[in-house]
């Protein structure tokens, strides 16, 4: 029975089959341009394709905590990939995808709990809170590997812009969430190595550290220092700032267009 309940804890939930699929089928619409608004295609795409990294980056989390000591991931579902086992739904997933709507951000929220007195050695402890924003820079490699690899003959402009915005999307998420901000991932990579007064102190805001920080990116300067940094970041990547914002440009297909964008059939 112990052994069929893990089997259990670890198997795929039939949720995110369903999310992949429908990336799957939007992103063949939109290669394809079979569906009649290449607009909704990519947003149906990209949404449902960052979804997925989102599971996958609490994925990542729980199977470091897993092999780290704590084994009762396993019991809360986190390993399942399932978004609805979160902690918070509404921060793992909805809040995200408002993110993206409202400032082309990618920016995960907390949602899986670890129990931190179960794992020993504070290395463990850094690399659970490393393994989230890393899996979203590894999404990123990969959406971009059609760029760096001078591999887009024959690759349909409307998916192209998809893939640049997506990879935006992945490259905000890494390094925002690196930042060492209390509440972000980049200040669990840190805290373990911080004194016991220093945590106690700083504890307290962990609740607010999200929202601070996408407070601050509306800030037009630190807006333009941020975005400044994920162009740079793209372009080495293979990808110019041209198409990773024509592609945020058809994501959100219910804005005037801008004109600037050539059109997915040029």
Known sequence: MGHQGS??????????????????VTGWA????????????VFLFVTSAWIVSLCLHEYAHARTALHGGDLTVG????????????TH?????????????????GLPGGAVFI??????????HSLISAAGPLTNAAFAVVCTA???????????????FALAFLALLQVTAAILNFL??????GYGVIEPWLSYRVRREVEPLAQFGLIAVFALLWVPAVNTFFFDVVY?????????????????????FWRDASGFCPTPQD
């Open 115 to 124: 129990e931190r007195n179960r794992i020993q050695g504070r290395w463990k």
């Open 180 to 185: 060492p901000v209390p509440g972000l991932d």
């Open 75 to 86: 019991a809360k579902g986190y390993l399942t990939l399932n978004p609805l086992k979160y």
């Open 146 to 160: 059609p760029f760096w690899l001078d591999a887009l003959d024959g690759v349909p402009l409307a998916f192209r």
């Open 7 to 24: 089997r259990g804890e670890r198997q795929i939930s039939s949720v995110f089959v369903g999310i992949v699929a429908i990336m799957a």
């Open 89 to 105: 739904a509404l921060l793992s997933i909805v809040l995200p995808v408002v993110f993206v709507i409202l400032g082309g951000i």
């Open 30 to 41: 939109v290669w394809t341009g079979y569906a009649a608004s290449a607009g909704l295609a």
């Open 232 to 252: 740079g970041l793209l372009d080495s990547l293979g990808v110019t700032g041209t198409e990773a914002s024509c592609g945020r440009e058809l994501y959100t």
